[in-house]
């Protein structure tokens, strides 16, 4: 999707500082992190939403959240957390960039 900054951002025509990498999935510092290490993690192929997916998509979440915790292991690795990884996702009228996105939030 051209206007995702998300999708420009997965496919490197917008920088990121990116953590991880692999041919589908990407994570990369928040521009306005909540806290150091604040890392978003995105699939590479535009999905508007967590509440988007469906059971038919079962095989893919499984594959974003081994993903999503390989992120964690290495946050925890770079930041060491005294208090651990805060995960979470926003839906709905809660998000402001339209694709899909796990927050994980170092605290310390």
């Known amino acids: 999707m051209a206007e995702c900054i998300f999708c420009q951002i997965a496919e490197h025509k917008i ?3 990116i953590v991880l990498e692999d041919d589908e999935f990407m994570a990369f510092f928040d521009a306005n992190p909540v806290t150091r290490g604040h ?3 995105i699939p590479k192929k535009h999905v508007k ?4 997916l469906t059971t038919q998509d079962a095989e893919f979440i499984k594959r974003y959240l081994v993903f999503v915790e390989k992120v964690r292991q290495e ?8 208090r651990g990884i805060r ?3 926003n839906t709905e009228k809660l998000i402001l960039v339209q694709h899909l996105h796990a927050h994980l939030i170092p605290v310390y």
């Open 39 to 41: 890392t978003l993690v």
């Open 75 to 82: 946050l925890l690795k770079r930041f060491k957390p005294d």
């Open 49 to 52: 939403d967590f509440a988007d």
């Open 87 to 89: 995960v979470s996702f």
């Open 15 to 17: 920088h990121a500082n």
